[in-house]
């Protein structure tokens, strides 16, 4: 089993930035690893939408188009955690943001929630106008 555990989320006013972090356990992460560890949001009566996820060999990253140039995703080899920097928030951002986690071992593009087999217990962020 893989634990996946949440921090950061807030409430920001529009233009502003909130830092979200997700620390993994239960697997042994090197720098060759296949995992796929990224985040996934839901706002009330929306679907689950990915935003961005990073393969853990190597840092290859992949964005939602809505997110492009204002969040940042990176992880961190000594905590095997990742983050995601938001910046120039908009109200429009305000969901439930999850972590994510995948073995990684397909070919897909791990952007639909089907493709992650563990979940963070979400962090709630909202954003005012």
């Known amino acids: 089993q893989v634990q996946l555990v949440e921090s950061g989320g807030g409430l920001v006013q529009a233009g502003g930035s909130l830092r979200l972090s997700c620390a993994a356990s239960?697997?042994?992460?090197?720098?060759?690893?296949?995992?796929?560890m990224g985040w996934f949001r839901q706002a009330p009566g929306n679907e689950r939408e990915f935003v961005a996820h990073i393969r853990w060999s190597g840092g290859n990253t992949q964005y939602a188009d809505s997110v492009t140039g204002r969040f940042t995703i990176s992880r961190d080899h000594a905590k095997n955690s990742v983050h995601l920097q938001m910046n120039t928030l908009k109200p429009e951002d305000t969901a439930v943001y999850y972590c994510?986690?995948?073995?990684?071992?397909?070919?897909?593009?791990?952007?639909?929630?089907?493709?992650?087999?563990?979940w963070g217990q979400g962090t709630q962020v909202t954003v005012s106008s």
């Open positions: 239960g697997r042994t992460f090197t720098p060759f690893s296949s995992y796929v």
């Open positions: 994510v986690f995948a073995e990684g071992l397909g070919t897909s593009d791990y952007t639909s929630p089907g493709e992650y087999h563990y």
